[in-house]
């Protein structure tokens, strides 16, 4: 019997998980066409095998899910986690998806990555593979150009770089697919840090590094709309004092009073 070798795929919504997935098992797993996400749970692909062990791949919803709220995504993600934790099973590997394509890392791809840093914790870092794709998408210049800058820059992947992480290119192809899983497909097994928190420390979904990342990320939310929302205000209220007094008495409203 060949051993079995897990792997978690990761990243925002859109960015390729599910197809990498099916290029790479020959699973049928459900692919977006449009703005509305597809991967709204947490899927598995089918057995493959992979240089004399059995691979299974594991689909996680992006924290910029159409259908659910980053709440419901971190409740969803931690619960399989932990519930195959509990079971024995633990992680070869993880394979964290970004769009070598987008023009830029904002907000959406922020968010997603440091969710993925807290779920994972600093000391399996050396079990991750950062995957870049789309590169047909751009030219080549302007693909290294962002490569470079994505490797680079401390508010990128940088830091998870230095800590024993893999940063590598995807060209869509299942021989490209497979070359990408062996960079960790004979680590050894870790617990990520949400499973350890979760059953280990028996900490609630609240107390863990990644839903008191949630946690602020939703208290930013909370001021940023509150802050829009006065200025919003303010502005009305000066546009209505800067308006001339007839716009409130338009003539000929009421009718002339007949003789």
């Known amino acids: 019997m060949s051993l079995l070798t897990v792997h978690s795929v990761m990243g ?4 390729g998980k599910t197809t990498f997935i099916n290029t790479a098992s020959g699973s049928a797993l459900r692919v ?36 659910r709220t980053d709440t419901d995504v971190l409740t969803m993600i931690a619960a399989f986690l932990s519930s195959t934790y509990q079971h024995g099973v633990k992680l070869s590997g993880v394979i964290y998806i970004h769009r070598i ?78 070359a990408l899983m062996r960079c960790i497909a004979f680590k050894a097994p870790l617990a990520l840090r949400i499973q350890r928190e979760l059953v280990d420390e028996e900490k609630d979904i609240t107390e863990t590094a990644a839903g008191a990342e949630l946690g602020r990320e939703l208290h930013e939310q909370a001021m940023r709309y509150k802050a829009e929302q006065r200025q ?25 009073p007949q003789h």
């Not at 925002?12 to 960015?15: D, I, L, N």
């Not at 959406?108 to 969710?115: E, V």
């Not at 914790?121 to 693909?143: H, K, Q």
């Not at 007094?245 to 003539?251: E, G, N, T, V, Y």
Request: hydrophobic letters at 35%; a neutral charge; charged letters at 25%.
């Open 101 to 178: 394509s987008d023009f830029r890392m904002g907000g959406t791809s922020t968010r997603n990555f440091r969710m993925f840093r807290e779920l994972c914790g600093d000391t399996t870092l050396r079990n991750v593979v950062i995957v870049t794709n789309m590169w047909g998408e751009v030219s080549v210049d302007i693909g290294e150009a962002r490569e470079e800058e994505l490797k680079n820059r401390d508010i990128f992947f940088k830091p998870v770089l230095g800590k024993g992480a893999q940063m590598k290119r995807h060209d869509n192809t299942f021989d490209s697919a497979c």
């Open 12 to 15: 925002a919504t859109g960015s």
């Open 32 to 67: 977006g066409s449009g703005l509305m996400s597809c991967t709204s749970a947490v899927q598995t692909s089918r057995p493959f095998p992979l240089d004399g062990r059995t691979v299974r791949l594991i689909d996680t919803p992006g924290f910029d899910d159409t259908t």
């Open 232 to 256: 919003l205000q303010d502005e009305m209220k000066k546009g209505i004092l800067l308006l001339p007094s007839s716009s409130f008495f338009p003539l000929n409203v009421y009718p002339s």
